[in-house]
Nanobody, 123 residues
Framework: QVQLVESGGGLVQAGGSLRLSCAAS???????MAWFRQAPGKEREFVAG????????FIGDSVKGRFTISRDNAPNTMYLQMNSLKPEDTAVYSC?????????????????WGQGTQVTVSS
């Protein structure tokens, strides 16, 4: 089983930036990975996803143009660069991995999840 550990969350003012990291243990070379977020009282939302080789990325509509996703397979780490943050970006951000290499935006199609990291954007 792959284990995922997020880091990099925190409190930032609107307009600021944060970089989240997701360190994966175990064999993840061909797995599709993604970031999701969940705000209180809301459903889990797809933020961004990336293929195993980092060549193809998918960005959610609500963060397009502000967030970028990247991946480094040596070490096994995925990143989410968040710029121009807004108060509505406040949420717990979690990374997830599928056994498959194909993209998906559905949380229930992911097999392992990190514990999540809180991102709070003040106005």
């Amino acid at each position: 089983q792959v284990q995922l550990v997020e880091s990099g969350g925190g409190l930032v003012q609107a307009g600021g930036s944060l970089r989240l990291s997701c360190a994966a243990s175990g064999r993840t070379f061909t797995n599709y990975m993604a970031w999701f977020r969940q705000a209180p009282g809301k459903e889990r939302e797809f933020v961004a996803g990336i293929t195993w080789n980092g060549m193809t990325t998918f960005i959610g509509d609500s963060v397009k143009g502000r967030f970028t996703i990247s991946r480094d397979n040596a070490p096994n780490t995925m990143y989410l660069q968040m710029n121009s943050l807004k108060p509505e970006d406040t949420a717990v951000y979690s990374c997830a991995i599928r056994r498959s290499y194909t993209p998906s935006r559905a949380p229930n199609e992911y097999d392992s999840w990190g514990q999540g990291t809180q991102v709070t954007v003040s106005s």
